[in-house]
């Protein structure tokens, strides 16, 4: 079992970033694929990024490509989601996932989940 701890998250203005984190309880989370997920409220969850084990390959939603970076320290069990140039629209809960054997958009099929981490972006 694997458990997951999101930090991070706040207020920011638009234009600026904000640097998640996620972190796991097990050294095994170096062997799991990683996402990153928001919920607006009113809104589905929607994929945002995700990187497989090792990282050796990341994925974006198109919504984010070039703003934001996935990236993992296994030496500290730590996924990261640098977040830059944020717009409103990028306002909302942001969950991180992981999975033993997936790494790639469909929230379903994520085992282990954290308790997610408010990001508000103002105007």
């Known amino acids: 079992q694997v458990q997951l701890v999101e930090s991070g998250g706040g207020l920011v203005q638009a234009g600026g970033s904000l640097r998640l984190a996620c972190t796991a309880s097990?050294?095994?989370?170096?062997?799991?694929?990683t996402g990153w997920f928001r919920q607006a409220p009113g809104k589905e969850r929607e994929f945002v990024a995700a990187i497989t084990w090792r990282g050796g390959s990341t994925y974006y939603a198109d919504s984010v490509k070039g703003r934001f970076t996935i990236s993992r320290d296994d030496a500290k069990n730590t996924v990261y989601l640098q977040m830059n140039s944020l717009k409103p629209e990028d306002t909302a809960v942001y969950y991180c996932?992981?999975?033993?054997?997936?790494?790639?958009?469909?929230?379903?099929?994520?085992?282990?989940w954290g308790q997610g981490t408010q990001v508000t972006v103002s105007t």
């Open positions: 097990e050294r095994t989370f170096s062997n799991c694929g």
């Open positions: 996932a992981a999975d033993g054997v997936y790494s790639g958009r469909d929230f379903a099929e994520y085992d282990y």
